[in-house]
């Protein structure tokens, strides 16, 4: 199958498009849409993540459970939304624990691309949802996509950092080789976890990590 998605991406999952269960997800999207269903992201935006962070810079991984269901709010990278649109909490409760771990200020922006144009993949593990209602997707096949893209990362690259927040990222860890990367986790951010997420103080130790091996660090402020 002819999918649009960048280059590097595209030839290393390139035998997960060709699988029957990924025609039969897109032949589900289609008939979705047929009938007359709101799809989130739109189409254009669904392998966003992978336009803007090719596989041979993925530096780090932020990985998401499914996209915002609400009008204007999937843009295709985890957590984000686009400039314009109210942040939802676990978004705010990020901006808190950056704030407190690197003493910045954050400008109030809420598109989080300038993280994933410096490597960091913002990987959601069902990549598309129907209006209004939260988990709708999460049968239909992405999460035996989006695990190969994990394994092909855990496979391809080394170094890399995966921040997993929350019971359902950190079950994803049996998909990591831990002897090649680093793996960080904490309490999901949504209020619901009670405020646990606070204090992890991922992002001076993703940054700490990456220096260690060499490489530039991410600039969180927004």
Known sequence: MDVKIEQSWKDALQGEFDKEYFASLVRFLHAEKAGGKTIYPPGSLIFKAFDLTPLPQ????????????GPGQAMGLSFSVPEGIKAPPSLKNIFKEIGSDLGVAMSGSTDLTPWARQGVLMLNSILTVE???????????????????IRCISE????????LWGRYARSKKELIDCSRHHVLEAAHPSPLAGGAFFGC?????TNAILESEGLE???WRL
Do not use: C, M, N
């Open 156 to 163: 391809r690259r080394e170094g890399v950092v995966f921040l």
């Open 131 to 149: 209006a209004g209602i939260a988990a709708s997707h999460d049968r239909i096949g992405w999460q035996q996509f989006t695990d190969a893209v």
């Open 217 to 219: 660090p991410i600039d």
């Open 58 to 69: 993925v530096k780090a991984v932020i990985l998401g459970q499914d996209p915002y269901h």
């Open 201 to 205: 103080r991922h992002f001076s130790r």
